[in-house]
Each structure stands twice: as C-alpha cells, then as structure tokens.
C-alpha cells in the first residue's frame, strides 16, 4: 500500500503520533535513536508544515466561496451578519450558525480587528457552498 503524500515525512508523522501518545521529545530520541534536539527540530518542522496546510486549505475555500462580505472600518458587525445571511438566502445556501454563534466566531477569529462591535479593521466573511463561514 502506497504512503499517503503529504507535507510531513514519515519521521516528522512518527514523531508526532509518539507526542500525541504522551511521550517526551528526550523519550522519543531514546526509542529512535537520535538527539533530542534533532526531534525538536522535526517536530517544529512538522508543526509549521501542518499550520501551512491549514491555511491552503482555508485559502482554497475562501477562493471558491459563493459569497463574500467585507466588513468595513466601523460598521457594525451585527448589521454585516444580517447582511451576510440575506446573501446566503439569495444564493439558497444554509449557513451553519445562527446570529449568536456567528458573532461569536467574529469576536474569536477577529477579535484585534474589533472594538466592542464595532470593526476597527477591515474583516472579510467568506461563505462556503456548505454554509461554513471563513473569517479574515
């Protein structure tokens, strides 16, 4: 059977099943035969290629979102809420969140970009065809 082809070598993927297991990097090092500082290095590495792949990820599906909205410095974030699902009944998709949640998700992903809830920053809302919502 074929390996899976992903940013992360067999090391990098071994090492970081092993870390999920509750082993330290020095209990690694010992098990496979290497320094600790060389795991710590590939599983820094392995970190960074996997928040790199999130972020292509998250790219990909802003770019194939049927709806995008921009909030603008000092709109209010309820009002651009409203406006995004009125654009998401115009496009017939569900989103996934109600008004509550959705807010929420503003203030977790976008809170530096926001003064109470008022934007201070320009924020972009992506909705995907499945009723995701993208926030940058």
Known sequence: MEKEKTFLTEEQEKILKLRSQGLTQAKIAE???TSR???CSLEKRARKNIEKAKKTIKLAKKIQSPVTLTINANEDILNSVKKLFSRANEENI???L???ELISKIKNEADEKLEGRRAIKKIELSLTSEGGVIIS
């Open 37 to 39: 500082s060389n795991i």
């Open 94 to 96: 569900h989103v996934a």
């Open 31 to 33: 098990r496979l035969n």
């Open 98 to 100: 109600d008004t509550p």
